[in-house]
Protein backbone atom coordinates (compact mmCIF):
# COMPACT_ATOMS: atom_id res chain seq x y z
CA UNK A 1 0.00 0.00 0.00
CA UNK A 2 1.30 3.39 -1.12
CA UNK A 3 2.75 5.47 1.68
CA UNK A 4 2.66 9.63 1.49
CA UNK A 5 4.03 12.08 3.85
CA UNK A 6 1.92 15.24 4.37
CA UNK A 7 3.46 17.43 6.86
CA UNK A 8 5.24 14.80 8.98
CA UNK A 9 2.73 12.21 9.01
CA UNK A 10 2.73 9.50 6.97
CA UNK A 11 -0.65 8.66 5.59
CA UNK A 12 -1.35 5.02 3.83
CA UNK A 13 -3.32 5.91 0.66
CA UNK A 14 -4.66 2.67 -1.20
CA UNK A 15 -7.31 2.82 -4.42
CA UNK A 16 -7.05 5.87 -5.83
CA UNK A 17 -8.19 4.93 -9.22
CA UNK A 18 -11.30 3.43 -7.53
CA UNK A 19 -14.71 5.80 -9.07
CA UNK A 20 -16.44 7.28 -6.38
CA UNK A 21 -19.25 9.03 -8.87
CA UNK A 22 -19.68 6.99 -11.55
CA UNK A 23 -21.97 9.40 -13.36
CA UNK A 24 -19.24 12.18 -13.91
CA UNK A 25 -16.18 9.28 -13.54
CA UNK A 26 -14.91 10.77 -10.91
CA UNK A 27 -12.11 9.19 -8.47
CA UNK A 28 -10.77 8.73 -4.79
CA UNK A 29 -7.82 10.74 -5.88
CA UNK A 30 -9.57 12.95 -7.45
CA UNK A 31 -11.37 13.38 -3.97
CA UNK A 32 -8.15 14.11 -2.07
CA UNK A 33 -6.58 16.32 -4.89
CA UNK A 34 -9.70 18.66 -3.85
CA UNK A 35 -9.40 18.19 -0.05
CA UNK A 36 -5.48 19.17 -0.55
CA UNK A 37 -6.44 22.00 -2.93
CA UNK A 38 -9.29 24.31 -0.88
CA UNK A 39 -7.89 22.85 2.90
CA UNK A 40 -7.18 26.76 3.79
CA UNK A 41 -10.45 27.66 2.89
CA UNK A 42 -12.59 24.54 4.74
CA UNK A 43 -10.11 23.59 7.99
CA UNK A 44 -10.96 26.68 10.19
CA UNK A 45 -14.86 25.84 9.70
CA UNK A 46 -14.25 21.95 11.07
CA UNK A 47 -11.02 22.65 13.12
CA UNK A 48 -12.17 22.29 17.09
CA UNK A 49 -15.16 20.63 16.42
CA UNK A 50 -16.17 17.08 16.70
CA UNK A 51 -16.64 15.68 13.18
CA UNK A 52 -18.85 13.48 11.45
CA UNK A 53 -18.16 11.86 7.89
CA UNK A 54 -20.63 9.98 5.44
CA UNK A 55 -18.07 7.41 3.75
CA UNK A 56 -18.66 5.74 0.85
CA UNK A 57 -16.22 3.05 0.11
CA UNK A 58 -18.06 1.55 -2.82
CA UNK A 59 -18.96 5.02 -4.05
CA UNK A 60 -22.27 6.91 -4.11
CA UNK A 61 -24.24 4.20 -5.75
CA UNK A 62 -23.03 1.79 -2.81
CA UNK A 63 -23.39 1.38 0.79
CA UNK A 64 -23.17 4.90 2.50
CA UNK A 65 -23.09 4.87 6.27
CA UNK A 66 -23.11 8.08 8.59
CA UNK A 67 -19.95 7.57 11.28
CA UNK A 68 -19.78 9.63 14.62
CA UNK A 69 -17.03 7.53 16.32
CA UNK A 70 -13.15 7.20 15.26
CA UNK A 71 -13.02 4.42 12.10
CA UNK A 72 -11.11 1.26 13.17
CA UNK A 73 -7.27 2.07 13.07
CA UNK A 74 -7.46 6.01 13.57
CA UNK A 75 -3.58 6.96 13.78
CA UNK A 76 -2.79 8.34 17.86
CA UNK A 77 -1.78 11.52 15.94
CA UNK A 78 -5.60 12.40 15.18
CA UNK A 79 -7.08 14.26 17.85
CA UNK A 80 -10.09 12.91 19.43
CA UNK A 81 -12.44 14.76 21.83
CA UNK A 82 -15.21 13.39 24.02
CA UNK A 83 -18.80 14.32 22.98
CA UNK A 84 -22.03 13.54 25.07
CA UNK A 85 -24.68 12.24 23.44
CA UNK A 86 -28.65 12.65 23.88
CA UNK A 87 -28.63 9.90 26.27
CA UNK A 88 -25.85 11.33 28.40
CA UNK A 89 -23.73 8.51 27.22
CA UNK A 90 -20.03 9.89 26.27
CA UNK A 91 -18.84 9.39 22.65
CA UNK A 92 -15.51 10.29 20.90
CA UNK A 93 -15.22 11.55 17.82
CA UNK A 94 -12.61 12.70 15.01
CA UNK A 95 -11.36 16.89 15.04
CA UNK A 96 -10.04 17.26 11.23
CA UNK A 97 -7.80 19.92 12.91
CA UNK A 98 -4.87 19.73 10.44
CA UNK A 99 -3.82 18.85 6.26
CA UNK A 100 -2.49 15.10 7.46
CA UNK A 101 -6.30 14.77 9.28
CA UNK A 102 -7.72 15.71 5.98
CA UNK A 103 -5.76 13.43 3.99
CA UNK A 104 -6.29 10.62 6.24
CA UNK A 105 -9.87 11.26 6.51
CA UNK A 106 -10.53 11.45 2.99
CA UNK A 107 -8.62 8.36 1.96
CA UNK A 108 -11.28 6.71 3.67
CA UNK A 109 -13.72 7.70 0.93
CA UNK A 110 -14.81 10.25 3.95
CA UNK A 111 -17.00 12.56 1.52
CA UNK A 112 -18.80 14.45 3.56
CA UNK A 113 -17.83 16.33 6.78
CA UNK A 114 -20.51 17.39 8.73
CA UNK A 115 -20.39 19.54 12.26
CA UNK A 116 -22.09 21.13 15.35
CA UNK A 117 -22.54 24.66 16.03
CA UNK A 118 -20.03 24.47 18.81
CA UNK A 119 -16.91 23.48 19.37
CA UNK A 120 -15.30 20.83 21.24
CA UNK A 121 -14.14 22.75 24.14
CA UNK A 122 -17.14 24.38 24.94
CA UNK A 123 -19.98 21.99 23.82
CA UNK A 124 -22.53 24.56 25.81
CA UNK A 125 -21.81 27.83 23.70
CA UNK A 126 -23.61 27.95 20.35
CA UNK A 127 -20.89 30.29 18.41
CA UNK A 128 -22.39 29.52 15.15
CA UNK A 129 -26.35 30.13 14.19
CA UNK A 130 -27.95 28.26 11.00
CA UNK A 131 -30.80 28.46 8.98
CA UNK A 132 -30.72 25.36 6.01
CA UNK A 133 -33.06 26.46 3.13
CA UNK A 134 -34.73 23.41 1.85
CA UNK A 135 -37.18 23.83 -0.93
CA UNK A 136 -40.50 21.95 -1.07
CA UNK A 137 -41.58 20.16 -4.44
CA UNK A 138 -41.87 22.64 -6.86
CA UNK A 139 -39.39 24.85 -5.84
CA UNK A 140 -35.46 25.15 -6.40
CA UNK A 141 -32.23 26.70 -4.77
CA UNK A 142 -33.79 30.37 -6.60
CA UNK A 143 -36.83 30.18 -4.46
CA UNK A 144 -33.87 29.69 -1.46
CA UNK A 145 -32.61 32.78 -2.54
CA UNK A 146 -35.71 34.79 -2.11
CA UNK A 147 -36.35 33.24 1.03
CA UNK A 148 -32.72 34.05 2.02
CA UNK A 149 -32.73 37.58 0.97
CA UNK A 150 -36.22 38.02 3.50
CA UNK A 151 -34.10 36.32 6.12
CA UNK A 152 -30.69 38.62 5.61
CA UNK A 153 -33.02 41.76 5.93
CA UNK A 154 -34.76 40.30 9.15
CA UNK A 155 -31.91 38.69 10.94
CA UNK A 156 -30.28 42.70 10.13
CA UNK A 157 -32.82 43.82 12.51
CA UNK A 158 -31.39 42.00 15.47
CA UNK A 159 -28.49 43.34 14.69
CA UNK A 160 -26.61 39.80 12.95
CA UNK A 161 -24.65 39.96 9.73
CA UNK A 162 -25.47 36.50 8.30
CA UNK A 163 -23.54 34.78 5.15
CA UNK A 164 -24.75 32.37 2.62
CA UNK A 165 -23.13 28.94 1.04
CA UNK A 166 -25.06 26.19 -1.20
CA UNK A 167 -25.84 22.82 1.01
CA UNK A 168 -24.27 21.20 -2.17
CA UNK A 169 -27.65 19.78 -2.69
CA UNK A 170 -31.06 21.32 -3.36
CA UNK A 171 -31.05 24.60 -1.24
CA UNK A 172 -29.26 26.74 1.26
CA UNK A 173 -27.26 27.10 4.31
CA UNK A 174 -27.43 30.72 5.90
CA UNK A 175 -24.37 31.25 9.09
CA UNK A 176 -24.06 33.86 11.63
CA UNK A 177 -21.25 34.08 14.28
CA UNK A 178 -22.61 34.26 17.64
CA UNK A 179 -21.48 34.99 21.03
CA UNK A 180 -23.36 34.36 24.66
CA UNK A 181 -25.51 31.89 22.97
CA UNK A 182 -26.22 28.28 23.76
CA UNK A 183 -27.30 25.52 21.45
CA UNK A 184 -31.34 25.98 23.20
CA UNK A 185 -31.04 29.69 23.10
CA UNK A 186 -30.42 29.40 18.92
CA UNK A 187 -32.51 27.12 18.57
CA UNK A 188 -35.23 28.78 19.48
CA UNK A 189 -34.29 32.33 18.17
CA UNK A 190 -33.56 30.41 14.69
CA UNK A 191 -37.17 29.01 14.91
CA UNK A 192 -38.96 31.83 16.30
CA UNK A 193 -37.60 34.02 13.31
CA UNK A 194 -38.66 31.15 10.85
CA UNK A 195 -42.34 31.11 12.54
CA UNK A 196 -42.22 34.94 11.55
CA UNK A 197 -41.32 34.56 8.12
CA UNK A 198 -44.10 31.83 7.54
CA UNK A 199 -46.50 34.66 8.83
CA UNK A 200 -45.29 37.15 7.02
CA UNK A 201 -44.90 35.10 3.33
CA UNK A 202 -47.11 31.78 3.99
CA UNK A 203 -47.29 31.29 0.42
CA UNK A 204 -43.43 31.05 0.13
CA UNK A 205 -41.99 29.75 3.34
CA UNK A 206 -42.90 26.89 5.90
CA UNK A 207 -41.47 26.62 9.59
CA UNK A 208 -42.85 23.10 10.39
CA UNK A 209 -41.11 20.07 9.43
CA UNK A 210 -44.34 18.22 7.88
CA UNK A 211 -43.16 17.25 4.34
CA UNK A 212 -46.66 17.31 2.92
CA UNK A 213 -46.91 20.87 3.73
CA UNK A 214 -43.85 21.49 2.13
CA UNK A 215 -44.87 21.45 -1.77
CA UNK A 216 -44.60 25.20 -3.46
CA UNK A 217 -42.29 26.44 -0.40
CA UNK A 218 -39.26 26.75 0.58
CA UNK A 219 -38.49 25.28 4.36
CA UNK A 220 -36.45 27.01 7.14
CA UNK A 221 -35.00 24.24 9.20
CA UNK A 222 -34.37 25.84 12.60
CA UNK A 223 -33.34 22.76 14.09
CA UNK A 224 -29.81 22.00 13.36
CA UNK A 225 -28.77 24.16 15.78
CA UNK A 226 -29.57 21.78 18.38
CA UNK A 227 -26.23 20.69 20.46
CA UNK A 228 -26.83 17.10 18.88
CA UNK A 229 -27.02 17.96 15.26
CA UNK A 230 -24.49 18.84 12.94
CA UNK A 231 -24.59 20.53 9.02
CA UNK A 232 -22.64 20.22 5.98
CA UNK A 233 -19.57 22.15 6.52
CA UNK A 234 -18.56 24.40 4.23
CA UNK A 235 -16.42 23.36 1.02
CA UNK A 236 -17.31 19.72 1.65
CA UNK A 237 -18.20 17.65 -0.75
CA UNK A 238 -21.44 15.92 -0.89
CA UNK A 239 -22.52 12.44 -1.33
CA UNK A 240 -24.89 12.86 -4.20
CA UNK A 241 -25.00 11.83 -7.88
CA UNK A 242 -22.37 14.45 -9.12
CA UNK A 243 -19.41 15.58 -6.96
CA UNK A 244 -21.28 19.11 -5.61
CA UNK A 245 -20.09 20.89 -3.25
CA UNK A 246 -21.22 23.26 -0.31
CA UNK A 247 -19.91 26.23 -1.95
CA UNK A 248 -19.84 29.66 0.22
CA UNK A 249 -21.70 32.55 -1.71
CA UNK A 250 -21.70 36.52 -2.46
CA UNK A 251 -24.93 38.18 -1.81
CA UNK A 252 -25.03 39.71 -5.67
CA UNK A 253 -24.49 36.08 -6.57
CA UNK A 254 -27.84 35.17 -4.88
CA UNK A 255 -29.70 38.18 -5.61
CA UNK A 256 -28.98 37.56 -9.36
CA UNK A 257 -29.68 33.88 -9.44
CA UNK A 258 -32.35 32.56 -12.30
CA UNK A 259 -31.64 28.86 -12.77
CA UNK A 260 -29.89 26.01 -10.27
CA UNK A 261 -27.00 25.63 -12.97
CA UNK A 262 -26.43 29.31 -11.54
CA UNK A 263 -25.28 28.25 -8.22
CA UNK A 264 -23.90 24.81 -8.72
CA UNK A 265 -20.92 24.01 -8.19
CA UNK A 266 -18.24 20.60 -8.17
CA UNK A 267 -15.35 19.54 -6.74
CA UNK A 268 -13.73 20.72 -9.69
CA UNK A 269 -15.19 23.98 -9.70
CA UNK A 270 -13.86 24.95 -6.55
CA UNK A 271 -10.07 25.45 -6.12
CA UNK A 272 -10.05 28.03 -8.85
CA UNK A 273 -13.38 29.64 -7.10
CA UNK A 274 -11.41 30.05 -4.09
CA UNK A 275 -8.17 31.37 -5.88
CA UNK A 276 -10.00 34.22 -7.56
CA UNK A 277 -12.76 35.27 -4.97
CA UNK A 278 -11.13 34.36 -1.36
CA UNK A 279 -13.12 32.10 0.93
CA UNK A 280 -16.45 34.14 0.97
CA UNK A 281 -17.39 32.88 4.21
CA UNK A 282 -14.26 34.39 6.16
CA UNK A 283 -16.19 37.06 8.10
CA UNK A 284 -17.93 34.19 9.98
CA UNK A 285 -14.51 33.66 11.39
CA UNK A 286 -13.87 37.23 12.95
CA UNK A 287 -14.60 37.71 16.48
CA UNK A 288 -15.73 41.49 15.90
CA UNK A 289 -18.77 40.13 14.01
CA UNK A 290 -19.88 37.90 16.26
CA UNK A 291 -23.27 39.04 17.74
CA UNK A 292 -25.68 38.53 20.83
CA UNK A 293 -28.87 36.63 20.26
CA UNK A 294 -32.02 39.45 21.21
CA UNK A 295 -33.82 39.44 24.09
CA UNK A 296 -36.54 37.09 23.99
Known sequence: MPITEVEGRRIKVSHLERVLWPETGTTKGELLHYYASVATGLLPYVSGRPVSFVRTPDGVDGKRFFQKRPPAGTPDWVTVSQSVRRSGEFMEQVQVNDLPTLMWAANLACVEL??????????????????????????????????????RERLAEDGIEIW?????????????????????????????????????????????????????????????????????????????????????????????????????????????????????????????????????
Open 164 to 296: AKTSGSKGLHLLAALRDATPATATAYAKRVAQELEARHPDRVISRMTKAARSGRVFIDWSQNSGNKTTAAPYTVRARPTPTVSAPLSWPEIAAAHTPDDLTFTLADLPARLSVEGDLLAPLLDPARAAPLPPH
Open 114 to 151: HTPQWCADEPGVADRLVLDLDPGDGCTVVDCCRVALLL
